[in-house]
């Protein structure tokens, strides 16, 4: 089932997300709906914060950029409770990013290279590893919705000025795109 995307000014987008345990509420269903709502949404990764839900969960499908970083091939994961454990400031990177809770919006963010992760599977296997590259950059964007962080909170105070307006009409619900939303009330 395709769900609504949370957008920004939704207080679930704020909250800090729980840890879960296997005994969640038909999680492999949810599971499988937030991998159809990504696809259909055309996007990368999506933290459950974005559908409303404030758990630590985030599901993330590289795959569909592999035409460009081959490296990516077949690489569709599943995150429970995942966890940055320690950033490797030694490189950082400038890109630009988006998001699906901010349509229309697209700014440059500075993220270091690598990062120290732990998380479960969809089996609760415990599983600890350092990430580099696109996927750091990809993590990092997507576990932050979990700590109530957008990419936009990244931002210089300059940046955030100059997108003041686009925010506002967010909120109040002047823009378009292509997926299901749900707009804060």
Known sequence: M?????????????????DIDENYPNLKGLIQDMYETLEHSEGIGLAAPQIGLDIRLVVINLDIISDDLPEYKGYIKTFINPHILEYDDTHTELMEEGCLSVPGIHESVRRPTRIHVKYQDENFEEHEEWAEGYLARVMQHEFDHLEGTMFIDRLSMLRKQMIKGKLNSLLKGNFRCSYKIKLRK
Do not use: C, S
């Open 2 to 18: 395709i769900l609504p995307i949370y957008t920004y000014g939704q207080p679930v987008l704020r909250k800090v997300a729980e």
